[in-house]
């Protein structure tokens, strides 16, 4: 009898860890790991109506290293932006995009959810909703994982690692640094030795350790863990072909194909995400060999000069991390540094990159791009020539370079989708146009989560968030709003650059702005100059937090916070925020000493300080 009553206890406890909501959409690349099924697992709620159609549902081969490689498996690489065909790469590719893939075959008469797109917000939609009970699945076009693992915030935080470990290791090679610690080849401190050291960079081994990292993460993302958790995935495009059906064309396939497979759903979620602006009033920049987060990553060699079109968070990361790597980098902004964003956090962080080499070019504007060699091959870099006009010049003038990253902000994929089929209301650049329970303004049946929706925050998180909004919503007759989300944002630049805010809707409840704040505020700001933690890490001489209540109250509306572990610190505020905690709870917060976060509190105790009584 005990036995009994022991064996049901462990089953309900492992049902409660396997079938709890899942929580994974910070980064789906990281907290899904928590709940790994194994093959002896009892069955997901979803498991118990798909298991027939898995056996059917994936065969694949293997993609192979350059150079056993064939040409059709490089080109096929290289149109993925997926380069060097090194076992890592490999092992990415394996992962997130079979060579050859069967879909399941046949698709379900009908799907609760079909999700399109396989980027943070699609895995997180279809993940979830299978883990709750629904029978979804996601056609994936590309790569599985989206820009976030593949083209966006792992390799750049991955490339940011090492940059922040050359500054650090520049700190100690000088003599007499104040550090006291010298390197010497023998591993032992002499001042004879240190003189002669140089910090050197070994950027091919620095690109090889993010594609290794990269394909450490991507299981996570990849088809097989999807399978694990009883959604279905299709590889190949997703189009609506009327306001309940998706076509998936297959790989070489045109639209209207018989054999592609048509999707029937109660809902679906648009989850395509977005793509590098690229203008085309530029003469000679579309036919240049320019560089945008797509190919940045398969950059074998260090350029030796980098021009950066653009100024937002995208073009500071990589401006200071090719700046430590060594190379000559020129930011050319048009109005200012993150033009949306605090002036005095944008100002700040310009002045400690132009103390790295970074070189701001502003009121920019760019003439011509001069293609003066192409790259000879896949490991070669070419030559350009920009030519501009700008504020610090009376003539124009022109730069070299052999690397011209476009950072100019992202255009939503809604092109070629079949939207009009479906009804769905969109801007062509801007995306999909949804209310605050993200769902499209024109088709109830369609959802839109992450960087493919008009006027949200787009980061990986957010998709995420909205991909958890979806699923409430569409599935469980929810009422979930995104206007309650209080969304940080970072800058994982050194220091880091955060923000938080709110989605803002309109009288009819669609989504309309960001963040729009023109609500008089007070503003309480702490510098860390003064913070005994930044004093003893010799850092933030710069550095503060700044946060805004509405005008007269504890009420927080809004925060920027720069300093190294920002992105850590702006959680506190993001939190107060959501549970409605006044500026004097975060005061009264106990933090521990020494550290960076004790200047959120300082805020805090500014504005119980303000309201003291006093002895008169
Ligand atoms: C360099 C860089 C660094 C970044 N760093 C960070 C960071 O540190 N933190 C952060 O929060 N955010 C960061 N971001 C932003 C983040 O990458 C995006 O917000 C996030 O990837 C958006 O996820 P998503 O699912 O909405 O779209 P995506 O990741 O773009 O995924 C969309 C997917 O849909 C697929 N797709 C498109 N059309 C179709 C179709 N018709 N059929 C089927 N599939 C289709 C695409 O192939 C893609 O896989 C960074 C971005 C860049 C460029």
């Known amino acids: 009898m005990t036995m009994v009553i022991r064996l049901l206890y462990l089953s309900l406890l492992a049902n409660f860890f396997l079938l709890r909501p899942t929580t994974c959409f910070v980064s789906p690349v990281t907290s899904c790991t928590a709940a790994t099924t194994s093959g002896s697992s009892p069955l997901l709620p979803s498991q118990r109506w798909q298991i027939t159609n898995m056996s059917s549902s994936s065969s694949s081969s293997q993609w192979n290293e350059s150079p056993t490689s064939t040409s059709e498996e490089q080109t096929l690489a290289k149109s993925l932006s997926i380069w060097p065909l090194d076992t890592y790469n490999v092992n990415l590719l394996n992962e997130v995009r079979h060579k050859q893939y069967t879909n399941p075959n046949p698709p379900l008469p009908i799907y609760d959810l079909v999700v399109i797109g396989a980027g943070a917000g699609g895995l997180v939609s279809s993940r979830q909703a299978a883990r709750r009970g629904a029978k979804s699945c996601m056609i994936s076009a590309e790569l599985a994982g989206g820009d976030c693992l593949n083209a966006g915030c792992v390799p750049s935080k991955a490339l940011l690692r090492c940059a922040k470990l050359v500054r650090e290791a520049k700190k100690i090679v000088v003599q007499d640094n104040e550090y006291g610690i010298s390197v010497t080849n023998s591993g032992k401190t002499s001042d004879d030795d240190a003189n002669q050291m140089n910090v050197s960079v070994d950027f091919p081994k620095i690109m090889e350790r993010m594609r290794k990292l990269r394909a450490h993460i991507a299981p996570v993302d990849g088809h097989a863990r999807g399978d694990s958790l009883g959604t279905q995935t299709f590889q190949g495009r997703g189009v609506f072909t009327s306001p309940s059906t998706i076509e998936v064309v297959e790989h070489g396939q045109q639209l209207g194909a018989e054999s592609n497979p048509i999707l029937h759903f109660r809902k679906a979620v648009i989850a395509t995400g977005g793509r590098p602006f690229v203008p085309d009033n530029i003469p000679g920049l579309k036919e240049a060999p320019y560089t945008t987060n797509l190919s940045l990553f398969n950059l074998q060699q ?279 905690i006044s500026l004097e709870g975060v005061g009264r917060n106990i933090h521990s000493y020494p550290t960076l976060g004790e200047a959120v509190m300082g805020c805090g105790i500014q504005f119980i300080n303000s309201r003291w009584e006093t002895m008169n």
């Not at 503060?544 to 927080?556: H, M, Q, R």
């Open 302 to 580: 260090l350029p030796k000069r980098m021009v950066v079109l653009g100024a937002g968070v995208v073009a500071l990361e990589m401006a200071q991390a090719f700046a430590s790597f060594g190379s000559e980098v020129t930011v050319l902004q048009r109005s200012r540094l993150l033009s949306r964003g605090d002036e005095e956090a944008a100002e700040a962080i310009k002045q400690t990159l132009e103390k790295e080499g970074v070189k701001f070019l502003s009121g920019v504007s760019v003439n011509e791009v001069t293609t003066i060699k192409e790259a000879t091959n896949n490991d070669d870099l070419p030559l350009m020539s920009v030519s501009l006009s700008c504020a610090e010049h009376t003539e124009p003038i022109s730069l070299d370079c052999e690397c011209l990253l476009l950072a100019l902000g992202r255009t939503a994929n809604v092109d070629s989708l079949g939207l009009e089929s479906a009804g769905v209301d969109f801007h062509p650049s801007k995306g999909i146009l949804v209310n605050d329970f993200s769902q499209s303004v024109s088709n109830p049946d369609v959802y839109a989560v992450g960087d493919c929706v008009s006027d949200v925050f787009r980061l990986t998180h957010m998709s995420g968030e909205m991909a958890k909004v979806v699923v409430q919503n569409a599935l469980f007759k929810g009422q979930w709003r995104l206007s309650s989300l209080v969304v940080p944002a970072v800058m994982y630049t050194d220091p880091e650059y955060a923000t938080v805010g709110r989605i803002h809707v309109d009288e009819n409840d669609n989504v309309v702005s960001p963040i729009e704040n023109n609500e008089e505020v007070d503003v309480y700001k702490a510098e860390l100059q003064h913070n005994d933690r930044a004093i003893l890490d010799s850092s933030d001489k710069t550095s503060f937090v700044k946060i805004l209540c509405k005008k007269g109250t504890g009420t927080i509306v809004g925060c920027t916070i720069v300093s190294s572990r920002a992105g850590e610190m702006i959680n506190e505020v993001s939190l107060a925020m959501k549970h409605d």
